[in-house]
């Protein structure tokens, strides 16, 4: 039985799209079957992450009836498969944002487990995104006006009544300034998925254009990742067995 899972938060900036398509890729790497849907309409970054920012059909024009969702599919060269939207803002004005949740069953039937992308804020855009949900992953960084925002999403979404899988804690350098897991834990009433390490790896990934997981796939945002598939997934990763050696940390240092 498949799973649609989206991605949101309270406000931009924190993660949403770098982890949507890390976690997609960690869940092809241990075995599982993902596909990333870019619902971040306004303004989309899934293509952009993965090396598609422009193809012939996408998201807008199977919410417009001009084409069925999986024509909309593209696959990655890691293996991961999503379904960008456009980038036009005259194809954004077309869109009728409350036809989304119309696709539930059919997105659901594209792949095991269904990463949507939501947007930014909590308009909406957003909260079309949301009515997809079987579950919901918040981002989140660790610090308190992105923690009273991701409280916002909290809030709405139970009044929507859609489960919140957990929280994941992006750009955590953990230092004693940024606020601690227990705290956010406490505060959004809601369990740790994992924390994403501030670290240069995750624009390099960027830039090789695909996620880290695959790039990248020893640095600590991978192996990060890879734990919280693996938790979604249940079944086992050791991160320690999968950190590169220090032969591989010697040549990384002098590229």
Known sequence: MSKIIVITSGKGGVGKTTTAVNLGAAINYLGGEALVIDANLS?????IHMNSPEVPINLNHVLLNKAEPHEAIYE???????????????????????????????????AEYVIVD?????????????????EIIIVTNPELPSITDALK??????????PIMGIVMTRVRKNKIEMQPESVKEMLETPVLGMI??????????????PAVHTLPKSKPARAYKEIAARILNVEYNSRKDAPSIFELIFKKKK
Do not use: C, W, Y
């Open 197 to 210: 390490p501030e670290h240069i790896d995750i624009q390099r990934a960027l830039n090789l254009k695909g």
């Open 153 to 162: 999403a909290v809030k709405i979404a139970e009044e929507m009544n859609k």
């Open 118 to 134: 939501s947007s930014a804020g909590l308009g909406i855009e957003t909260t079309s995104a949301m009515e997809l949900a079987d």
């Open 43 to 47: 303004t989309p970054n899934v293509g």
């Open 76 to 110: 990655h060269e890691s293996g991961l498969k999503i379904m960008p939207s456009s980038l036009s803002i005259k194809e954004l004005k077309k869109v009728k944002l409350d036809k989304l949740k119309n696709f539930k069953e059919k997105f659901g039937k594209l």
